[in-house]
């Protein structure tokens, strides 16, 4: 068994993997996944010995461990060049013949021939290992793996650059060999997952925060959805350009409370407060429960009886002096487990989705085939196009909450509201919110306002903060 | 004061009764504008006043709320959800005198009073709106000449009427002037932006006229909408307990039974009520329904001629006069019957078994719904009128029966509504006596034997006929479209 406790790990100081708890036991093959940049080829590594740790522990580790990753093909074109540096003589050095870079360390001679031969690497055998293009080199690197008879075999990206009769070769081949060698996979496209890999770990940001039995169907189902989230390069849908927001004056705040107080007979729930909203300022409003974080939003959306009494300037109009509330609400995207619980229809989601134009819940216009083409946008973002028709209520409680977060956001409204969009959610679903989240916050000119206390729940990119005490003003 | 209905000549009582025409959306393009700037000023803040009064405001409109004396001083609950609601909330001296539009929603049986003490303050060419007729039809009530009387009055509790706006929606709403009233020409205009003031104008408006809203009203009331359920719950539950069926689930098949059934019909009609049922139970009910609307009939016809002929208003104004004492007497029955003191079983009842062992209830539910809408229209009440106030509230009902029983929903509903309904339950009770004798726990509580599932195809394609052909039926799925249109998610 091998056991990851507390480990944080430095990279040459470009890279940290932190606190990472992983138990790897007999019998378990493990896919590792996460978006670029997250970590997935540095925890590879860790497991064959890279990095230099910097606190924590890591136990159990066999002695033979093949890996195969860009950094390590790397690694080794730079030692062949050092070695061509190294050569005094004045003939120009042809570098190390693939061949005797396979018999080095190889276990296996007939695999090896087979392997060579199956992977059409016989023209390569006497050629330069360091003049080898990137695709040959894997394979070069891919064959010395297999046929090394490692105890633990650690595979980053094997599939990448090999053409569809390799790669067909290769997953069986790995298949075979998951019957007596623990293997673990990096791999940033889930649909190529081999079917013997039994878990799956989620890398973000140099965390492990996820690990995921396959056999888990929903938990698989939602990390696909988060891996999708996290590594396609879909935008954020544009907005339709038939239905414009009116102009807001680019000069003036978003919302300006002033000395805004929300009181009922027996008690205040705060008083004094001032605050301004400026276009694209984001903010993170936090407090206890009860200290009115939900009554002071609901003096924005209008949905709070007390608005009419209070000091409220907000897109333009002075609140209570002949204005609607849909005319406040169509700048507004929002979202609240409150929302959420009300949003008890039978609608499917693509018109879930579209009733963030009219800011409905359910949908009661005949909907534009622009506004569709937006949803259904939406819905493959989400990873979920093939279920536009499904019904809202019939969807898992965190998609539930996707699509609501899509919903608020089809508009692009100048101020999006999430009012604790985690809560109640489990790890995944929350790492798929905050993925959504986050990349509402780069792609989109929203300003949003961000509800939560919950520090590990923090988005980047939003700067100021807010928080209200109990009962007793900010 | 005379009955107003009585006082018209039969040609113009028949033509005030057919009065009704499904408005266009498109009829409603000028929004809120006949009312903006309008000093709106609501009388009561109860059920329907609270939740009209923040729809409109929310509609960009200018709402405050006078309130009796007493309401301020005692600082009563009317006054809590003005003030709390941040409402300037003052007294009838106060705020009338610069009222544009005065909306009476105190209980009807106040009006009168209330009328009259508040038409000496109204200024010259106000407006006064009421959301029920029964003031101006039924009592005969008499407005200054230079006072435009409208009526707005949404098909749904006061609850309803706030949920549905919130969610960018609104409840049916008929709307009406009085035409005796209507000295500016303006009140179809100030009716029509009240309607979309409240959300009104998305769920489809009846233009009606107050005759026609009373009468049709009151009929719905006090038959199939709670004089039916009240019946068809306490002699259920009797019948099961005599057949030996625990107490507590017997109760409970009942209490959420009318929710379960009715939401079949909320969402297609009576065929789709009776669709629920496997072929042979459909049958039974079939055959059950016919029976009861045969014997039936004459009571519910007796109910229309006394509301027409204002037979019922003048006996319940009569105990109104006699400190309600035949209400309170009623209401107090009602509470002690084995029904409503028989706590409901905490077992899961599985959604489909409500109508499988619920047969009979089914059957009551479409009896009540045909013949109410039959004898509806029979009395010249127009189909679309006759469908809001049978089929359409039935499930609204239904739900509150669900929540407490019979206590709930005769809280819930207006002390006229309750009356009719005690009414009619003291008449059809002891009506279906034989017939109830008959009736046996597969037709309520246990469902049919499993045993006799063959059904003669002949017979099925009959009902199945009769039952889509229906009137009711042919002008509900036109009104349902026209929701599905603009509301999809029912
Ligand atoms: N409930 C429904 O489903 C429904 C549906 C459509 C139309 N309507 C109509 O709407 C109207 C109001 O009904 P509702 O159900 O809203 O009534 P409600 O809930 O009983 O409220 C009545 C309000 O009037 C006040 N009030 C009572 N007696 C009064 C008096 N003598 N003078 C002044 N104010 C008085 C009460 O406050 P205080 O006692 O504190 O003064 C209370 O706030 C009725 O015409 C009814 O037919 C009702
Ligand atoms: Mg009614």
Redesign the pocket.
Known sequence: MIRLDALSVDFDERFQLHDIKWTLRPGEHWLITGANGSGKSALAAVLAGDGDRLSGTLEGVPERVALVSYERQADLIAAERRKDDADILDVMSEGTPVAEILGDGCEDLDLARNLVDTLGARPLMNRAFRKLSTGETRKVMLIRALTSRADLLVLDEPFDGLDHDSLIWLQGHLCELAETTPMVIVLNRFDECPDFVTHVAYVDDGRLPLCVERGDEQAYAELYQLLHLKTSDLEIPAADPAAQLPALDPDKPLVQLTGATVRYADNTVFEGLDWTIEPNQSWQLSGPNGSGKTCLLQLITGDHPQCYVNDINIFGYQRGTGESIWEIKQFIGYVSTALQWEYTVSTGLRNVIISGFYDSIGLYTKSTDAEKTIADEWLALLGISDRAEEPFNRLSFGDQRLVLIARAMVKHPPLLILDEPCLGLDDMNRQLVLALVERICLGSETSVLYVNHREQDRVAGIDNHLTLSDNTGA | MANYFNTLPLRAQLAELGKCRFMHLNEFSDGVEALRGKKMVV???????LNQGLNLRDSGLDVSYA??D??IAQQ????KNATENGFTVGTYEELLPTADVVLN????K?HT??VETIMPMMKHGACLS???G?NIVEEGMQVRDDITVIMV??K???SEVRAEYVRGFGVPTLIAVHEDNDPNGVGLALAKAYAVGTGGHKAGVLMSSFIAEVKSDLMGEQTILCGMLQTGSLLCFDKMVDEGIDAAYASKLIQYGWETITEALKYGGVTNMMDRLANPAKIRAFELSEELKDIMRDLYNKHQDDIMTGAFSSGMMADWANDDAKLLGWRADTAETPFEKTPASDMEIAEQEYFDNGILMVAMVKAGVELAFETMTAAGIIAESAYYESLHETPLIANTIARKKLYEMNAT??DTAEYGCYLYNHACVPLLADFMTGITSDMIGKGLDIADTGVDNAHLIEVNEAIRSHPVETIGSVLRGHMADMKRIV
């Open positions: 009388i009561g803040c109860g059920a329907q006043g309130l009796r007493e309401a009563r609950q009317s006054w929603l105190t209980p009807d106040q009073n209330v009421y959301s029920h029964f009055a949404p749904c509790p006061g509903i207006s």
